[in-house]
């Protein structure tokens, strides 16, 4: 998982609230459980005009013009500023998955689906909880956004929003830890444990 200290990106505006999963990821892209490769299909049905299927080339599909993620001057862009109960549905990982895969290193919405808020901790995705007024005021603007998970903070220009983060969260996020890089910290004891326990029982 990739470590998470701050970005400094423009924001793409996705003016919805209550966007479910299979919106962000839909059910027939789900055949797999590799971490990577959905980032093509994120928002698949918002963004083509067709409708895909596993396989398809994507490159030759016809876009939706009107849809934010085909507009060029978001190109890049690394936080996804959205409204309230984003992610909310099923509980698929493939949902964080995907926006990781894109690019999207964070979210800003005033409200989260509580599966998918700790699905994205654990994928290496910031979802930052703030007040609908300030939600509005970042849709409002067109600059540079900072994100100091470090400090808590979203800045833009000579205002700074703190926000609230559990502090293993934190701490794993910065460090770049999801559940097997925990567990790969206690690689040497693991095989410590596992030698002996052979040696104990050779029959197993």
Not at 33 to 44: A, C, E, H, V
Not at 113 to 133: H, Q, R, T, W
Not at 157 to 182: A, C, T, Y
Request: overall charge negative.
């Amino acid at each position: 998982m990739k470590k998470f200290s701050s970005i400094n990106s423009i924001a793409m505006p996705l003016d919805r609230a209550n966007i479910d999963t299979d919106a962000i990821i839909p059910k027939q892209f789900l055949k797999s459980i590799k971490r990577s490769g959905f980032g093509p299909n994120l928002f698949d049905e918002w963004r083509y005009l067709d409708h895909g299927e596993p396989g398809m080339d994507n490159s030759i599909r016809p876009i939706n013009p009107d849809f934010v993620l085909n507009n060029p001057t978001y190109s890049g862009a690394q936080i996804l500023l959205t409204r309230r109960n984003f992610g909310c549905g099923s509980s698929r990982e493939h949902a964080p998955w995907a926006l990781e895969d894109y690019g999207f290193r964070a979210i800003i919405a005033p409200s989260f689906a509580d599966i998918f808020y700790n699905n994205c901790f654990k994928n290496g995705v910031l979802p930052i909880v703030l007040s609908s007024e300030i939600v509005d005021s970042l849709f409002s603007y067109s600059g540079l956004i900072n994100i100091d998970l470090e400090k808590q903070i979203v800045k833009i220009d000579q205002n700074s929003f703190e926000f609230e983060v559990d502090p293993e969260r934190k701490r794993r996020l910065i460090n770049g830890l999801d559940d097997i890089g925990l567990t790969l910290q206690n690689e040497n004891q693991i095989r410590i444990f596992e030698t002996a326990h052979f040696a104990k029982y050779p029959w197993l």
